[in-house]
């Protein structure tokens, strides 16, 4: 019997819980990266593990998200602060230091940098082990930011990865990435987990309340609207499929951004301004992308993807660009199809099958469904983070 096999073993015996905290900065906003720890949480509370949370109060429209998590069984601990900038990293800090002397904790579960650059060297004087879910590369993201950002993020990022007793990446992608140019050694990948409680059970918004016919062929996206998210690409290719006589089609466009005047002005020089609905960000994407009859990701840029695998257990047929994670959760072929990154025609190409194919869309959705249902779902792959902290935990003892 392994150490490791030995020590879970031993926990079920003496009944023994383990405890894990985390820490969401939610006074603006919940960011997409806190969602998918919030995912990470739901999962572990349906594994039986104790987890602590401590949140700053996030405004009216996010509370949704830390009211589940304490219907979930998990302790919550909000912050109320009007600090910005370092005094408020500080705060988060020095209250996880506080919550996991008072409970005993012996793991932290982190997900950005800065949470890690400010709490890693106080507990590692601590003896507490850090699990560092890595979703994005801060190093790409700041590549075309001033000297002096580029310095900072990548300062973080060393310290950030020297503290961490483990470095699990959203992604093979990722994961592949730092290696090679990071040399981290304590690097497992774990995907991000889907609610598939939430997207298996939206509200439908019928197409009418998207100002488009019944039989309209809905393709759909949801994204912020940035360089990086590509939606010039994702213009041109609808243009170029409804010019093969799909007029029955329109594109809704879930999101904003700083581009949007600019696609808007796109769309008008290619005559599709009638078909193309900007509809802004919801913070019910799932009761929109329930109505779509196909689903689409351009970025160029993309560490996981996680609106195509929602749309994926939402049963829609998926095209995405081959950027990054995305290429690990959609199956070329049987649950959608991947593209080149940019590739407008070969883009068109694939919505032009999947109109002309029903039996295709409903064969993609049916597989879609159940690779993301078997695959991604909370308690799959929080099992994986378990095994992570137990290894941890044995190995401090």
């Not at 020089?269 to 802004?280: A, D, M, P, W, Y």
């Not at 960000?281 to 196909?294: G, W």
Request: proline share 3%; glycine share 4%.
């Amino acid at each position: 019997m392994t150490l490791t096999l030995f020590y879970i073993v031993q926990c079920n015996l003496l009944n023994i819980k383990l405890k894990v905290l985390f820490v969401l900065p939610s006074k603006i906003s919940i960011t997409g990266s806190s969602i998918a720890v919030i995912n990470i949480m739901i999962g572990l509370l349906e594994n039986n593990v104790e987890v602590y949370v401590i949140a700053t109060k996030p405004p009216k429209e996010y509370e949704i998200f830390l009211t589940r998590l304490e219907k979930k069984g998990a302790k919550l601990f909000i912050i109320s602060s009007e600090k910005s900038g370092y005094r408020y990293w500080k705060l988060l800090a020095s209250n996880a230091m506080e919550i996991m002397k008072k409970f005993d904790i012996p793991l932290i579960h982190l997900h950005l940098p800065k949470l890690m650059y400010f709490l890693g060297n106080d507990l590692k004087k601590m003896k507490k082990k850090i699990v560092f879910t890595v979703e994005g590369d801060p190093i790409y993201e700041v590549k075309k930011l001033g000297f002096i950002t580029r310095w900072k993020t990548n300062r973080m990022w060393k310290k950030s990865l020297s503290y961490a007793d483990y470095v699990c990446p959203c992604s093979n992608w990722l994961k592949d990435l730092i290696v090679k140019r990071d040399k981290v050694k304590k690097i497992f990948t774990v995907h991000n987990s889907i609610d598939i409680e939430k997207f298996q059970n939206p509200n439908k918004i019928s197409k009418n309340e998207l100002n488009v016919s019944e039989k309209d062929f809905v393709v759909m996206t949801a994204a912020r609207l940035t360089l990086v998210k590509d939606i010039e690409t994702l213009l041109k290719g609808f243009s170029l499929f409804v010019k093969k006589g799909k007029k029955n089609s329109s594109l809704i466009i879930l999101g904003d951004g700083e581009l949007k005047e600019k696609l808007i002005d796109m769309t008008k020089k290619l005559k599709i301004e009638n078909l193309v609905n900007f509809v802004g960000f919801k913070n019910n994407p799932q009761d929109f992308i329930a109505s779509a009859d196909v689903f689409v990701m351009t970025s160029k840029y993309e560490p996981f993807g996680m609106p195509a695998a929602e749309a994926g257990c939402m049963k829609i047929p998926t095209i995405v660009s081959k950027a990054g994670g995305m290429m690990e959760i959609i199956v070329h072929g049987k649950t959608g199809f991947q593209f080149n990154i940019g590739d407008q025609n070969e883009l068109a190409l694939y919505l032009d099958q999947l109109y002309n194919d029903k039996e295709m869309r409903m064969n993609f959705a049916r597989n879609a469904n159940e690779h993301i249902s078997s695959n991604f779902a909370p308690k799959v792959i929080s099992q994986k983070f378990i095994k992570i902290y137990q290894e941890l935990i044995q190995t401090s003892n």
